[in-house]
């Protein structure tokens, strides 16, 4: 897929949704680093949704969109990131948030982007902090949401269970410095 400023490789058996015309949709972007590390950045605390929680890089699919331009622009918008490769769709989910919003249906991919990874182009006006989650950090994924509100963290661990570098949620090589 190329979104006219450069191309997307869709791994082969990925099938990306195509959302009907009255249907509302988000995406979902679980990226790794070299590490095996996922990245995570705080919604800030006057967000409508899932305030002052940690969440995957992700947003709304605008008018138009596909759901691949959507996860390409959410990339970029908040993180300064360019998606590269589309690894793996890791559900659909469908959910309705306390925004009065109404149901929303949600695509989630493990992604490879390229960029700085150690400088994340943040949306300040909208996250607070970012960070690198391992399998130890996955508790704390879970902070300020509310029980069985665990999509994020369990994407996560999908993720990072599912890394070579990773075994039964250890990490066997790491290392030294963060990305």
Do not use: C
Not at 52 to 68: A, K, M, N, Q, R
Request: zero cysteines; charged letters at 30%; aromatic letters at 8%.
């Amino acid at each position: 897929m190329a979104d006219g400023r450069h191309e997307v490789t869709v791994d082969r058996g990925v099938e990306v949704p195509v959302p009907a015309d009255d249907e509302v949709w988000t995406v979902g972007a679980v990226i790794l680093d070299s590490e095996g590390r996922a990245f995570a950045q705080k919604r800030g605390p006057g967000r409508k949704l899932f305030p002052d929680s940690w969440d995957i890089v992700g947003g709304h699919v605008e008018p138009g969109e596909t759901l691949l331009e959507a996860l390409a622009r959410e990339v970029e918008e908040e993180t300064g990131w360019r998606l590269r490769r589309v690894r793996s769709l890791f559900g659909v989910t469908a959910w309705t948030g306390d925004d009065g919003g109404g149901t929303r249906h949600e695509a989630d991919f493990l992604v490879e982007v390229d960029g700085d990874l150690g400088h994340p182009a943040l949306e300040w006006s909208k996250h607070t902090a970012y960070d690198w989650f391992g399998p130890g950090d996955l508790p704390r994924l879970k902070e300020n949401r509310a029980p069985g509100e665990y999509l994020v963290h369990d994407l996560v661990a999908k993720a990072l269970l599912g890394h070579p570098g990773h075994s039964q949620g250890v990490l066997r090589t790491r290392r030294p410095g963060r990305p």
